[in-house]
């Protein structure tokens, strides 16, 4: 689908190129450009290798992508180790802007988190945004890891937001891509598909 996502990444192995597309482009590679650098030695973060004024650069890094692992059946451990590592990030007042764990990377063994990827929208804020998120893009893409949730949230260790304000943020965050993609190409591809995930957000239940 034309537009469906932010950014072209490609790599050789040893270094990662992200292009960034869209609107905004020029703010978002700046800021993933500065909380790689601010993260460097606190978060699990890919080191940065060099940034010019449409792409940056990053050292490789092998791992497992997290969704792959949820797919492989191992939801419980996923989500448990999403929930500890994201308590981390929100001690450092950082709201990651689009966590889960699709831009997560695991070691096979033990299976711990190695990078935590895509920080384009990070940004001071309400850390409900990641953990809605988070629990949206479990819902959305992998509905039948639901019941698995629970470890997502008591590895973070805080009390649960409830479930209506859970809700409202990721309406909110829907809401927001849908503007994106609005301002990017009115009325394409991923106008429609962001308008009906909007939709379909606004009927769940807990």
């Excluded at 192995?13 to 597309?21: D, E, F, N, P, S």
């Excluded at 689009?98 to 299976?111: A, E, K, R, W």
């Excluded at 997502?152 to 937001?161: D, R």
């Amino acid at each position: 689908m034309r537009h469906g996502y932010t950014n072209s990444t490609f790599g050789d192995g040893a270094l990662v190129v992200k292009c960034y597309q869209g609107p905004d482009a020029a703010r978002r590679l700046r800021t993933e450009s500065r909380y790689l650098r601010r993260l460097r030695g606190r978060l699990p973060v890919p080191a940065l290798h060099q940034v010019t004024a449409t792409s940056l650069t990053t050292r490789f890094v092998p791992g497992l992508h997290g969704q792959d692992l949820l797919d492989a059946g191992h939801a419980a451990e996923v989500l448990a180790a999403c929930g500890g590592l994201l308590a981390r990030i929100h001690t450092l007042g950082i709201v990651h802007g689009d966590y889960g764990p699709q831009n997560l990377l695991f070691s096979p063994d033990p299976l711990e988190p190695v990078a935590i990827l895509d920080w384009e929208w990070a940004h001071p804020g309400d850390p409900v945004e990641d953990l809605a998120w988070c629990e949206w893009i479990i819902r959305t893409h992998h509905p039948t890891d639901i019941p698995h949730l629970p470890a997502f949230y008591t590895a973070y260790g805080a009390p649960q937001p409830s479930w209506e304000v859970r809700h409202a943020a990721m309406l909110t965050r829907c809401q927001d891509l849908l503007d994106f993609v609005s301002r990017w190409e009115p009325g394409g591809n991923a106008e429609k598909l962001w308008r009906k995930r909007t939709e379909t957000t606004s009927t769940w239940t807990p």
